[in-house]
Every structure is written in structure tokens, then in C-alpha cells.
């Protein structure tokens, strides 16, 4: 029992470690809770079933989900954010709540507003089936992928901040703005490449979502941007392996809160879980002490 | 090769600068005096594009770049050591001159001015891979003036090298800028510490409340009563 729930949760958690590298990477170079970033999520599901339903294969509906994903975060910071760059905080903050909304609205427009199960056709029947059995855990098919994929795209996102010349240019970005722009890099560009990367996660975790539990709704990313955006706290926000780390806790610890509590407390998990590290360790598991900031 | 016209910087509705001109020819070292809160990293923000001034011109190498961007400006020649020396703290070292030269595609030629750095500034090299910000004050100055140097700038901006530093180090930073020059690069180096500045400066601007009040060679500067009570702190 506790080693299943360890499976689920570890699983649910990896999918809120995918999401909170987004909110982390935003925040960390323009101090922004993107709050439309769950939306980003949904969108992945949602474009993934009009892509299969337009016929593509789909690894190649998933990977043109990411892609216009990634496009559409990009078009979200140039439209609402950047205009407010110069302007108060809250301004900023207000808009992104603002843009949450909207594309929930609009994805009903489209999709309309009842839950939608991921087209089974599509998928290889061996996914839902176990892959693997140990006495009374078992993992299924679609969990190792889910694993794989998200080890994968973790182990991809970190090479790419740690050893390219636009990750580091991300990285001096989140460090100082203004030294970063004295170097000559273009601000703005590497601003659509942090969202455009953190977009692309964000929406192979609602695929991935949409696919585990064989659904998908228009207002899917609001709570599951809750919680991810919990573990992006609980990680330290702005740090990349913060982000991956807190997911998987978050995950876990939802998992077995719901499994040993009560199972309605679970969404509560995620909350208690915010405003203890809020209260107790402001700086989350591996972030930087706040004061440092210049 | 640098001109300023009569330009006007604001923070929203402060006004910065009230009508700065000044020249910088090829080879120079030229110096901006002037207290607190005269304006003299506002000019050199306005020169490098992070502020943009309202009135007025800066052309560069015949070209106006008033209104141009820091990467344009950065990529003609233009680079800027800033107040507070503003490393990377939680870059490497050889990750802060890297940045350097951001705009650069010439592998062989970065290569070539990382070891120029490492040579310049010697103790930056055994500190390659730690972090920026675990570096001394001193070391930080060196590393912001290696990392400029990585960009090739024509024209190196520096804007307060000496902020903090002990009189030895000091000495030794100015040594460099004085090769700098020497090896090719115009240099226009901001100071509190007019003293030296004027000493190593082929001509100085003297810069109060958004004005410049005077200007001259070094020497003249140097000598001159006002700049001595006011700045030199002699009689
Ligand atoms: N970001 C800013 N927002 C508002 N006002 C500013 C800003 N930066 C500078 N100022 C104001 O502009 C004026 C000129 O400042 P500046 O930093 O250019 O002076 P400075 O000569 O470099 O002084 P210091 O020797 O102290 O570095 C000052 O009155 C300062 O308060
Ligand atoms: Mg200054």
C-alpha cells in the first residue's frame, strides 16, 4: 500500500516538478508569478487532441502541441508582460491573473467546457498496462513514461541552462539585469526563450496528464498551477532544481496525505505544504536566501 | 570618435543631466569628475543605451546611436565596466568573461583574450571556476575589467574602478587602464578619486549637478584652484 502510494505520488510529482520549472524560470529572470501558466498546461492536452483529431501521429501531435505551447507563452509575455516591465509589480501580477482567465474562457470557446477524455485510439494499447509487478506495487506503462519523458526533458532543461550560451545568458539575466544588458545580450529574447522553454514543459506535463487520467477540461491548469506553483515555493523560487525537487515532495506528500489523512484533504496538502515553507523557510529547500538579491 | 550634444537624461520627471556635451578622440583617456549625484553614471548609461537621453545627440564613430539599443552598441565597440562592478556572483569566473563576449562568434579570438585576461589580471585564472561573488572586492574590479575587455571594445567606459578598494589595488587598476590605453583602447573612466584620474588622463570634464562646469587637459585640471578645493580637497 504505502509503496504504491510512493509510485502514484512519485509520478503526480514529476508531472508538478514539469510545471514548476516554468513558474521558477519566469520568476527567476523577471520576478513574475505567471499565473496563465497553467493554462499553458491545458493547452498542451488541448492542442494534442486537435492535433490527433486532425489526424497527425502522436509523436507528432505532441511535439506541435509543445511547439505552439512554447509560441504561445512566448506571444503571452510579449502582448501582456512586456508593455508592463517598467510598471508596478502588481500590475503585472493582476494581468497574469487576468490572462489565466482568458484563456480558460477561450480554450471553453473552443473546446467547450466539459471534460474530454484523451483520444484512446491514439494511444498504444499497452500503455495502461502494468509494467512492472512486485508483490502488491504496480507500475504501468504509462508511468514509465511518464518517468522517462520527465527525466529526460530535466536532464535537457539543465544542460541547456548550465552549459549554452543562451543559458548562461539566463542565468546572468537573473542575476543582474542590468549587467546582462551590458554584455550586449538582448534582454527581451532571452525572456521569450525562458518562457518558450518553460511553456514547452509545461504543456508535455498536461499531456502527459490528459493521457494518465484520460481527461482533459478547459480549467484543468488552474489547480494543478496551484500546486506546482507550491512547489516552485517549496523548491526556492527562481531555483531550476528547487522546482524539481519540490514537485516530486509536493507530489508524494499529497499522495500519502490523501492516502493516510483523508483523500478530500488532498488539494489542502498543497496549501499547508506553501504556507509552512512560507512561514518556517521563506527560501524553499534550495533556494537563496531572499536578502541576496541585489 | 565619441560626441555627446547637449543631452538632457530623466528618471521619470528627475532630470539627470541638463545639457552634457563632451568629445572622446581615438587614444584617449578622458576622465569625468564630479560629487555624489552629479550625473557622471547617467552619462556613461546614457552613452551605453540603458537610459535613453530625452534631448540631445551621442554619436559614436560618426554614427548616432542616441536611440540605438545596448546590443548595437555593445557590437560597435562600446562596453562598460559599471558602478559596484556588477559580476555575476553565481557565475564562474570564466563564466563572467565568457558573457564578456556574448556577441562574439569568433571561438579562436575569445579563446585568445580569455588567456589575454587571465595574463592581465593573473589571479583571476586560478579562480577560473569559482563563483564571481566569492571573489574580493579587488578581484571582482579585475574580473568586471576582464570581462569588458572580452567584448574587444574600442571604447572601454569604467565607470568609479577605485569604489572601495585599498590604496595598493587601486594603484594597481589604474597601472592597467593605463596599459589598456596603451595597447589601443580609448578609455573614459568616471572617478571620485579625481586625484588619480586627472593624473593618468589626457583630458578631464568637470561635472556638477547635471552641467559640466569645466574642462581641460589633466594637468591643467589638476592644478586648477576650484577643482582643488572641490575635488582634491586641497586649498
Ligand atoms: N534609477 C534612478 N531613478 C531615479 N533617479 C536616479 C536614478 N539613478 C540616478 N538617479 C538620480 O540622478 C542623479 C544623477 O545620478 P548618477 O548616479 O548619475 O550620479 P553619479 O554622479 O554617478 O553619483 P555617484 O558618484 O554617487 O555615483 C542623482 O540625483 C540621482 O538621484
Ligand atoms: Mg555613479
Known sequence: MLEQQLVNGFTLGLIYALIAVGYTMVYGVIELINFAHGEIYMLGAFLTLSFISMGLPLPLAVLLAMLAAAAIGVLLDIIAYRPLRE????????????????????????????????????????????????????????????????????????????????????????????????????????????????????????????????????????????KAFAAAVLGGIGSVPGAMLGGVVLGIAETLGAGYVSSPYRDGVAYAVMILVIIFRPSGLLGRAVTEKA | MLELTAIETFYGNIQALKGVSLKVAQGEIVTLIGA?????????????????????????????????????????????????????????????????????????????DEEHAYALFPVLRERRSQMGGTLSGGEQQMLAIGRALMARPKLLLLDEPSLGLAPLVVENIFEIIVQINKDGVTVMLVEQNAQMALQIAHRGYVLET??????????????????????LGLD
Request: net charge positive.
Open chain 1, 87 to 226: 510598471a508596478p509589480r502588481l500590475a503585472a501580477l493582476i494581468t497574469a491573473i487576468g490572462m489565466s482567465i482568458f484563456l480558460q474562457n477561450l480554450a471553453m470557446i473552443i473546446w467547450g467546457s466539459r471534460p474530454m477524455p484523451f483520444p484512446k485510439q491514439a494511444l498504444p494499447a499497452f500503455f495502461s498496462e502494468p509494467a512492472l509487478t512486485f508483490s502488491d506495487v504496480t507500475i504501468s506503462w504509462m508511468q514509465i513514461i511518464i518517468y522517462a519523458v520527465a527525466l529526460l526533458l530535466m536532464v535537457g532543461l539543465n544542460l541547456i541552462i548550465t552549459r549554452t550560451r543562451v543559458g548562461t545568458a539566463m542565468r546572468a539575466l537573473a542575476q543582474n539585469q542590468t549587467a546582462a544588458s551590458l554584455m550586449g545580450i538582448n534582454v527581451n529574447r532571452v525572456i521569450s526563450f525562458t518562457f518558450a522553454l518553460g511553456s514547452a514543459m509545461g504543456a508535455m506535463a498536461g499531456i502527459m496528464v490528459s493521457m494518465y487520467y484520460n481527461t482533459m477540461y478547459p480549467t484543468m491548469g488552474y489547480l494543478a498551477g496551484v
Open chain 2, 36 to 112: 555624489n549625484g552629479a550625473g557622471k553614471s547617467t552619462t556613461l548609461m546614457s552613452i551605453s543605451g540603458v537610459v535613453h537621453p530625452r534631448k540631445g545627440s551621442i554619436a559614436f564613430m560618426g554614427e548616432d546611436i542616441t536611440a540605438s539599443t545596448t546590443e548595437r552598441i555593445v557590437s560597435m565597440g562600446i562596453t562598460q565596466v559599471p558602478e559596484g562592478r556588477m559580476i555575476f556572483p553565481r557565475l564562474t569566473v570564466r563564466e563572467n568573461l565568457l558573457m564578456g563576449a556574448y556577441l562574439r562568434k569568433d571561438k579562436a579570438g575569445i579563446r585568445e
Open chain 2, 210 to 231: 547635471g552641467h559640466v562646469t569645466l574642462e581641460g587637459p589633466g594637468k591643467e585640471l589638476l592644478s586648477n584652484p576650484k577643482v582643488r578645493s572641490a575635488y
